[in-house]
């Protein structure tokens, strides 16, 4: 039967040429350069230093890179687990056409580039946007209001993109509920809020807890909205390695800073998922 | 059902729907504007700044480079996800796991990591800032967006209709020609559309490999943000909102949307 144990990986052939030519190949060359040296007057020389890691584990410019980074990935996280959960559940609760209606219009700013959806909170958050209006009008400011350049900003914003994984990510765990489980709870006198807490979100806790994964994972990698909405002066390491590589020119240096987002990213996903199967497995399978 | 919305639910999602609608609407309404800076439009609506879009060639240009960008890699991640997805689905043997999660790692790498990985590569191979460049990066991230769903649809198939073909004496080619691609062509053509407006919307892995000569859309209405928000980008983003949303009735009146965000995402 070797003909049929060889088919497989010839059909897969194409495709593993591409990636390791063209993914792997790229990757393992950032790796490396992320232990050269840089010289302001000498540019990048072939060495290995550990001194780039070394730099932006020990100076608090980083650290607060990082920090902010992975703090504003938790804020998002958050709303998103809170306003998707909720959202979806509402949402499994309506009858058509609302429900197909809602969904699009949830789901649909996904296939809006983020760049645009960005554009429009800017437009939003500026010192005479409608946000500064309307806090001003109903007499919540006294002056005029920017969340532009705020890590407020940026996390609403990045909420706004986000939400919507996180409703698909319910959604779907919502359609595997029985709903005489909830019908059962009221008829024995539990209340709305005691059903939600202790028959719904139990149930739907692998699909935010994936949902989860994906929104902090998306958040600490994102660029674009931390980019405009935050500025120049809030980096994010995102950020922060798009300046050392297009404005500084120290790749060694912007390399270093991606690896460690790159290794941050795959331990968050690749724990977070173990710990998921190993307590909900059964519910999956 | 009977279980319905109570007001206090209803009244979340009307907070909900429009959180999700304000900014959208926003860039709409803006780009309607008759003045010269952002604002919205105080006395009637106004098509100056769309009639200006057609005075910039420079976003013109980038939204016809961003489609053909995104019909070639689009096309070419199929053609790869079509073996793949069937080698996965079709066969049990050693290494199948891993090689699936391999075909999809692209979607658990940062894109920004991605983009200078291609930037630092492109640069020693000598195809930086190139068309072929970008055609490569772009298979590379929307290839397992193809592969999920054409995944989807080949893993249901029936053995017995392929055995059934081979008995009868059809080749190889014949059986997935007459037999195999017609049963899997829905997940092959949302597999299609959903890699082709991954490309067109990708910004963080393409800036870093875009040239002034290969722009891609997202890239030309960052760069303008970037230098300065002007009721103009305003007014190319309105328009490919409106895009988007005929794109949006067309998909769910044949793929039908459902079916196209399973693949989106990653987890």
């Known amino acids: 039967m070797t003909a049929t144990s060889r088919a497989p990986w010839l059909l897969s052939t194409p495709a593993l040429v591409i990636y390791l030519a063209f993914m ?6 950032v790796f490396l350069i992320s232990f050269f040296n840089f010289e302001f007057y000498g540019g990048i020389q072939v060495s290995f230093t550990l001194k780039n890691y070394i730099e932006i584990l020990s100076e608090g410019y980083f650290y607060e890179i990082y920090a902010r980074t992975f703090g504003v990935a ?15 559940y509402v949402l499994s609760r309506m009858s058509n056409p609302w429900k197909g209606l809602f969904l699009m219009i949830v789901l649909g700013p996904l296939l809006i580039s983020v760049v645009v959806r960005t554009l429009g909170w800017a437009l939003l958050f500026g010192s005479t946007g409608l946000i500064s209006q309307a806090l001003q009008a109903l007499g919540l400011a006294s002056g005029p209001v920017s969340l532009m350049y705020t890590n407020t900003g940026v996390a609403i914003a990045l909420t706004h993109v986000m939400v919507p994984f996180m409703v698909i990510s319910v959604w779907a765990s919502l359609q595997r509920i029985n709903p005489s489980t909830e019908a059962a709870a ?10 939600i807490r202790r028959v719904i979100v139990p149930q739907v806790m692998p699909g935010i807890l994936s949902g989860s994964i994906m929104v902090f994972a998306l958040s600490a990698s994102a660029f674009a909205t931390p980019s405009i909405v935050g500025g120049r002066r809030l980096k994010n390491v995102p950020t922060a390695a798009y300046d050392e590589f297009l404005n500084t020119l120290n790749w060694p240096l912007g390399a270093a800073l991606a690896v460690l987002l790159l290794i941050a990213t795959v331990v968050v996903l690749i724990s977070a998922n173990r710990l998921i199967e190993r307590r909900y497995g059964a519910v999956f399978n | 059902m009977y279980l319905k919305n109570g007001p206090i639910g209803l009244l979340f999602h009307t907070i909900f729907i429009a959180f999700i609608l304000a900014p959208l609407v926003m860039v709409c309404a803006v780009a309607f504007t008759g003045e010269g800076f952002i ?24 939204f016809n480079f961003s489609l053909g960008l995104g019909v070639l890699s689009a096309t070419f991640a199929v053609l790869l996800a079509v073996p793949a997805a069937l080698a996965i689905a079709r066969f049990q043997f050693r290494g199948r796991e891993p090689l699936m999660a391999f075909f999809l790692s692209p979607l658990m790498i940062p894109h920004v990591v991605l983009g200078l990985a291609f930037l ?80 067109f919307d990708e910004l963080t892995m393409s800036i870093f490999i875009a040239s002034p000569s290969t722009t891609t859309l997202p890239v030309r209405i960052y760069l303008h943000i970037e230098d300065t928000i002007d009721p103009l980008v305003t007014a190319v983003s309105a328009a490919i909102i409106y895009l988007t949303i005929i794109a949006i009735f067309i998909l769910d009146r044949t793929v039908g949307l459902e079916k196209l965000f399973v693949g989106k995402g990653r987890a």
């Open chain 1, 74 to 88: 938790m804020v998002v996280t958050l709303a998103c687990v809170v306003l998707g959960t909720a959202e979806a």
């Open chain 1, 24 to 29: 792997i190949a790229p990757l393992a060359s």
């Open chain 1, 186 to 195: 009221l008829s024995l006198g539990a209340s709305q809020f005691t059903v």
């Open chain 2, 39 to 62: 604002s919205l439009p105080s006395n009637g609506l106004s098509l100056r700044w769309f009639k200006a879009i057609a005075n910039n060639p420079r976003f013109i240009d980038a």
């Open chain 2, 120 to 199: 630092k590569f492109f640069t020693s191979i000598g195809i930086s800032g190139t068309y072929l460049g970008l055609v490569i990066a772009h298979i590379i991230i929307v290839m397992p967006f193809a592969l999920r769903l054409v995944l989807a649809s080949a893993t249901g198939l029936d053995p017995a209709l392929e055995r059934a073909a081979y008995s009868l004496g059809a080749t190889p080619w014949i059986t997935f020609r007459r037999i195999i691609l017609p049963l899997i062509v829905p997940g092959v053509v949302s597999g299609w559309v959903i890699a082709f407006i991954s490309s």
